[in-house]
């Protein structure tokens, strides 16, 4: 079984500053890991995703995330917040062969002045 | 166009009507996927298809859930007897490959229901 766990539901920091969003996910098999941006009245984009290879992943917009397996996490991180970055953030996990995608409840992220 | 394009964006429906929504994914894509989004949660997975094939519906909610997509391309998901819990945001994505487990979705802005 997959599931997604995403401590916060709202994040909110000043612009400039760091940005951590927290996603911990529980998979029987070796894991997928998505992240997915939504803005207003748009569609999820993909933000970025680790399927196997480097732990680090770079994504779009100065988002990266790391997957460490001993801690069976997958945050998502940027080094310093601008105002465009605001939106809901989804973290998702799906496995080889499989057809579904679980995600978890979202993070809304507010960036500050 | 170049996304995925879903229709209508809002629905108001009164209890018990029947409702269908559509969905026309990237030309090419081969695999479709709906998913539901309550307020304040996350997308959960309703049903898959690879081509015209239905290949998952373990996702939906109830026999009164019925998605086809029966050339392959646009997608339509009905809700019958609709009920106040259906009420919700559906999402439509879609993926080039026919196994979508690491591969990008691409997601339409969704059809928002609500079921007075």
């Not at chain 1, 988002?63 to 397996?69: I, L, Q, T």
């Not at chain 2, 859930?65 to 609709?82: D, Y």
Request: proline share 5%.
């Amino acid at each position: 079984a997959q599931s997604v766990t995403q401590l916060g539901s709202h994040v909110s920091v000043s612009e400039g500053a760091l940005v951590l969003l927290r996603c911990n996910y529980s998979s029987s098999v070796p894991p997928y890991l998505f992240w997915y941006v939504q803005y207003p009245n748009q569609g999820l984009q993909l933000l970025l995703k680790y399927t196997t290879g480097a732990t680090l992943v770079k994504g779009i917009n100065g988002f990266e995330a790391e997957f460490k397996k001993s801690e069976t996490s997958f945050h998502l991180t940027k080094p310093s917040a601008h105002m465009s970055d605001a939106a809901e953030y989804f973290c998702a996990v799906s496995a080889p062969n499989f057809n579904k995608f679980y995600f978890g409840s979202g993070t809304k992220l507010n960036v500050k002045p | 166009g170049a996304g995925v394009s879903q229709s209508p964006r809002y629905k108001v429906a009164k209890r018990g009507q029947d409702v269908a929504l559509r969905c026309d994914p990237i030309s090419g894509h081969v695999s479709l996927f709906w998913y539901q989004q309550a307020l304040g949660q996350g997308p959960e997975f309703l049903t898959y298809f690879q081509n015209e094939a239905q290949l998952d519906k373990s996702g939906l909610p109830s026999d009164r859930f019925f998605a086809e997509r029966p050339e392959g391309s646009v997608s339509t998901l009905k809700i019958q007897r609709t009920q106040q819990e259906d009420s919700a945001v559906y999402l439509c994505a879609s993926s080039w490959l026919s196994r979508g487990s690491n591969e990008k979705l691409f997601f339409g802005s969704g059809t928002q229901l609500s079921v007075l």
